[in-house]
C-alpha cells in the first residue's frame, strides 16, 4: 500500500491524496492507521491546518484520531515554547508566564489570558477584604481565609505525587495541589496585591515569605496557609534530618521555582512508569539548569 513519497510534503499534496489519507485515518486496521498517522505527523503543524475541519465528521473513530493528532502537533508547539521561555535570563523570567506556559506543555488548549483573569478575580476580592488594613497578622488571615475556606485551596495528601499537582490549571480547577503550586497561587495573589512575599525553597518543603523591615513570617500554604517563624523553619529542618544553613531560607527566583515544579513533574513521571514524559521533562530540566 503507497500511501506517498518521504519526499512529498503537505502543501505537494493535491486533494485527492490528502482526502485519502484522511479516509485511511478512520481504518479499523490498527497497523494501517499507524502508518498514516506517522505520516501525517511527519508533515509537520502544516498537516494540522487541513485535518482541523475534519474534527466535525460525522465518524467518531475519525474525530477521535484527529483530535489525538491535533493535540500532538499542539503538544509539540507547547513544547518548543516553554523551552524557548527556559532559555531566557533569569532576571527576565515572569513566573505566571513559565507556569502556565508549562501546563500547555499536557493541556496544550488552556487558556493562559482566563487563568489570569481568574487569579485577578481572586486578588479583587482579597483587595476589597482587606482594604486599609496594616496589620500583616490580619492580612494573611484574610488571605488565608478567602483561598483555603471560601476557594477550598488544599493540600492534595491522597495523591501527593500526582502529576496534576504541578500543573497550575489543574491545581486552580480541583482546587488541590502540593506545596509547591499553592505556594505559587499564593505568590501570585500576593504579587497582585503588591505584597512582600517570596517563595521560600526548603529541602522537602517549600514556603512563602512576608517580610518587611520590621517583620518576618513564613507561610506553609499546603496546610491552610498555616503562620511559622523562623525558629519554626529551623527546627523543622534540624528534624527532618537536613540541619540548617542559612541558603535554606533564601528566596528561590522564577527559574528555581520552575526547576523544582518540573523536578516534582520528573520524579512523578517516573513514579508511573512514563518513559516518554519523564524524557521530555528532563530537557526541560537541563535548559533551566543553566543560568
Known sequence: MEICTVADRINDLSNSKKLALVK???????????LVRKKIVSFGADAGEWLRPYRLSNDPL????????LDEFSQKQADLEFLKFCSIRSDDMDLEKGVFLLSRTQYPDISFEG?????DEFAGDLSRFSHGSHNVENILGGINHYLFTHLGFSGNEDDYYGPDNNFLNRVID???GNPMSLSIIYLLVAKRLKLPVVGIG????FLCRFQTSIKE???DAFNRGKILTRADCISFLQQAGYGFKEEFLAPSNSRQILFRVCSNLQ??????????????????LSVLSKK
Do not use: C, F, W
Open 174 to 176: 480541583r482546587r488541590q
Open 267 to 284: 520524579y512523578a513521571y517516573n513514579q508511573g512508569q512514563k518513559s516518554t514524559e519523564h524524557t521530555r521533562i528532563q530537557s526541560y
Open 62 to 69: 475519525l474525530r477521535r484520531r484527529i483530535k489525538l493528532i
Open 115 to 119: 487563568y489570569q483573569a481568574l487569579l
Open 24 to 34: 485511511l485515518l478512520a481504518d479499523e486496521d490498527s497497523t494501517v492507521y499507524q
Open 202 to 205: 526548603m529541602p522537602s518543603h
Open 217 to 219: 513570617v513564613y507561610i
